[in-house]
């Protein structure tokens, strides 16, 4: 907890602090009225004076979610923003790790607000806690080997997962939302979605493994190389 000195008077929930007094305190470092005392008030000041006037900064230095000090990433929001990352989905999946929110996070246009869990098979950021044991051994996998140089581009190595790469139908991110044609009809694939589709791909499709890249790259070239389905003979 950062630990201040009393300048002038100062109210903390019910209390007044006298001058000179020594205090835990687990909000802002406002008015001049507060002396940090330890390097966690310290960080709380110079993170208040340098972000207070920017969008989304958070109403305390206190995240509930932790139980602790915490000092969010602000990048700013933006509503038209493309994600092309690896996938993200707010659906558990099998083996994913799995985050909860701290402050807001933006894929593309999906936004996470505080609080929110999600699945996420890339490198995790600033705002990311893990809440299973894949997200913990990813984090502390990624704190160590952050800087190395041949950092794979996502966790499934790491984690044992089948890489999307080894998965012989096309698999992409839209970008945007989208009408595609599925063999139950139209669908509306809402962006950020990641999913398999063996369609002709247009704009609004990022490929996610080699699969998909063919057949961005040259569709009627994937569809001649692609294998046959086994024939079937009619039953009568």
């Known amino acids: 907890m950062a630990k201040y000195r009393v300048l002038g008077p100062v109210f903390s929930g019910a209390c007044l602090y ?80 799995r985050y909860q929110a701290l402050h807001y996070i933006q894929f593309g246009r999906l936004i996470m607000s505080p609080g929110e869990e999600f699945s996420f098979l890339g490198w995790p950021g600033t705002n990311f806690h893990p809440i299973n044991e894949a997200a913990h051994t990813v984090e502390e996998y990624y704190h160590r080997h952050r800087n190395d140089p041949d950092l794979s581009e996502s966790v499934h190595e790491l984690l044992g997962l089948r890489s999307d790469d080894d998965e012989q139908a096309p698999r992409y991110m839209a970008t945007e939302d989208a009408y595609l044609k599925f063999p139950d009809g139209d669908t509306l694939i809402r962006a950020g979605t990641a999913f398999d589709y063996v369609g002709m791909p247009g704009r609004a499709l990022h490929p996610l493994n080699a699969a998909a890249k063919a057949a961005k790259k040259n569709y009627s070239e994937f569809l001649a190389a692609r294998p046959m389905p086994p024939f079937r003979p009619a039953v009568k």
């Open 18 to 97: 006298d001058v000179g007094s020594v205090i835990e305190h687990t909000g802002w470092p406002v008015g001049g009225q507060l002396e940090p005392l330890d390097d966690e008030a310290r960080r709380v000041r110079d993170y208040y004076v340098k972000h207070h006037a920017k969008p989304y900064f958070p109403a305390t230095p206190f995240n509930s979610f932790i139980g602790e000090i915490f000092l969010p990433e602000l990048s700013g929001i933006d509503p038209s923003a493309v994600w092309v990352g690896a996938e993200v989905s707010i659906e558990p999946s099998e083996g994913a790790p």
